[in-house]
Structure formats: C-alpha cells, structure tokens
C-alpha cells in the first residue's frame, strides 16, 4: 500500500461534497493539499478546519475552473514547495437543470459543459507537465453512473460524464509509459449539494431525489477515492461504479414509500 503522508494533493472543488470529504479523507492520511473552489469564504473554512484537525499543510487558492486563463496562472505560480503534485482528483463539476432536452435552457449546458470536460482539461493540461517532468503521479476523475449510461432529461450531463469517461480512457493510454496513473470513480446518487445545485436552490425537490431510498455520502465516495490513491506500484484501478444500496441503474432505485 502506498503511504499519503506528505504526498502533495491537488483537489477541485473541496468548497461542498465529495471534493471537501476528500480533503478531509487525505488530510487524516498525513497529505499536504491544495484545495481550489470558487467560495473564497467556504474554501478557506475548510483550510482552517483541515490545519486544525489534521496539522496538515493545506494551499487554498480561488479558482474558477472554467477560465483557462486563471487555471495556468495558478499552477504556474505555485510556489515550487508545493509544486510536486503527486495525485491531482478531478471533482469539480456540476448538473443544472433537469428538463426535457427540448424544454431545456442552453446557458445550463455551457455551465456544464465549460466546467464537467473543459475545466476538467484545463486542470489536467496545467498539472501534467509536473507529474512529467518527475515521472510520477496519479490523475483520479469524479466521473457519474451518468457517464456510463443516459437517462431522460439529462442528455447534456450524461453527455460531460461520458465525455469524462472517455478523456480517463484516453489519457490512461497516453501516459501508459510515464509512471502516471489515471483512474475514474464513477459513482451513483450521492447526497451533497448536487442536487441543490441542479434544481437551482429548491431545497425541497432536492430532497426528493434521495426520498425513501439511502443514497451514498460524500465520505463513502471520499474513502473509494483513498482507495485508489494508495494501491501499490503494480495496482491502478482503472474505475470503479460505486452505487447506493438499492440503486441498480439511474432509473431502477427501490424506495420504501
Ligand atoms: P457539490 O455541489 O456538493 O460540490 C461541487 C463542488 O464543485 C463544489 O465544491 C463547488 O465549489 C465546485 N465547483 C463547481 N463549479 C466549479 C468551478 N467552475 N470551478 C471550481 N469549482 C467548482 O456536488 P458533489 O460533491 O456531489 O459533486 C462533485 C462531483 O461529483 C461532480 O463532478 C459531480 O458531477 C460528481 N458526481 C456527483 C454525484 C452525486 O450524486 N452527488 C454522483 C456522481 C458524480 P464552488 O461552488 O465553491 O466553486
Ligand atoms: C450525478 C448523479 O444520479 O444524476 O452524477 O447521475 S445522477
């Protein structure tokens, strides 16, 4: 098993969810994080939180992964003590809207789009010449149950969680030689602020999604993450669909009503 002790670990979106149990699940295991978010606020109280809890050196910067342009400054100007990025977890993401694609609104597919597949390019393109240079690193994508199968009104989503599965396929094959990692973590529904999120702050609706059924923790989510970090040498899990108990598909979940 590899050890995380003062591994240095990359994570987007550690602001809510399973970026933030993530942290907290790395942290406990003695790695040093950079954490990134759009909540200045909300990423700096996790920082706290983590230096506190776990003594851990913990680097927050405000970032929006969508800007391309702000993603390459910032890792170009880390400082070089933090430089090193061992595992860099690709998590920040996003569905909004739940509509029939012809009742839905486009300016929810570009928010996907720009921040599912490419600013999940974009963090990858900024952190891989770093794992290059040193021959090691280990890339792990937040994919979905979404990106291996449709379902209705979520063409577009599903369509960024597919794309995601494809970017892990095809980076696993181009960095086969180069000591780096790539795996996907796939998992069904999970109870974060995603679904807030997707309904556009309708608590309510929210709710329902995960109604008489027990969906999954970001920390179940975190540990499956851990997981993958530390197998050893000769191991990469190259993904893993992880489902809530009663869950057999995005549409077949039982519920006790
Ligand atoms: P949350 O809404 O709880 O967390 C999402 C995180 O992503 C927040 O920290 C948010 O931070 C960050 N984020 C969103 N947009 C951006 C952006 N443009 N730049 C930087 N950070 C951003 O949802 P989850 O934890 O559930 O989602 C995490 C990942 O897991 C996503 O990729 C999602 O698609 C995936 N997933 C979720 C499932 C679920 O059922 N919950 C199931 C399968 C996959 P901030 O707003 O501060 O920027
Ligand atoms: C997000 C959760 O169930 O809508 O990937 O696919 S779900």
């Known amino acids: 098993m590899i050890s995380l002790k003062d591994k240095i670990v990359f994570i987007s979106g550690a602001t809510s969810g399973i970026g933030k149990a993530s942290a907290f699940a790395f942290a406990a295991e003695g790695a040093r994080l950079i954490i990134c978010a759009r909540r200045k606020n909300k990423l700096d109280v996790v920082a706290d939180d983590i230096k506190k809890r776990f003594g851990v050196r913990v680097y927050a910067i405000e970032l929006d992964v969508r800007n391309k342009t702000d993603v390459n400054s910032a890792i170009s100007n880390l400082p070089d003590e933090w430089k090193n990025i061992d595992i860099l977890v690709n998590n920040a993401g996003l569905g909004k809207g739940l509509n029939k694609f012809y009742e839905d609104n486009p300016e929810n597919w570009e928010e996907m789009i720009d921040t599912n597949i490419k600013g999940l390019l974009y963090v990858t393109y900024a952190v891989l010449p770093l794992m290059l240079e040193r021959k090691n690193g280990h890339i792990i994508n937040i994919g979905s149950l979404a990106g291996r199968e449709a379902y209705p009104k979520g063409a577009v989503y599903c369509s960024t969680k597919h794309a995601v599965d494809a970017i892990t396929k095809s980076l696993r094959m181009d960095l086969i030689d180069m000591n780096i990692k790539v795996s996907?973590?796939?998992?069904?529904?999970?109870?974060?602020?995603?679904?807030?999120?997707?309904?556009?702050?309708?608590?309510?609706?929210?709710?329902?999604?995960?109604?008489?059924?027990?969906?999954?923790?970001?920390?179940?989510?975190?540990?499956?993450?851990?997981?993958?970090?530390?197998?050893?040498?000769?191991?990469?899990?190259?993904?893993?669909?992880?489902?809530?108990?009663?869950?057999?598909?995005?549409?077949?979940?039982?519920?006790?009503?």
Do not use: W
């Not at 995603?194 to 995960?210: L, M, P, T």
């Not at 027990?214 to 040498?233: G, H, N, Q, S, Y």
């Open 184 to 257: 996907t973590i796939d998992p069904g529904l999970v109870e974060t602020n995603f679904s807030v999120i997707r309904f556009e702050g309708d608590v309510e609706k929210a709710k329902n999604v995960y109604k008489g059924m027990e969906p999954l923790t970001a920390d179940d989510i975190a540990e499956t993450v851990i997981f993958c970090a530390t197998r050893p040498k000769n191991v990469n899990i190259a993904e893993i669909l992880i489902l809530a108990g009663t869950q057999a598909s995005s549409t077949i979940v039982h519920r006790e009503s």
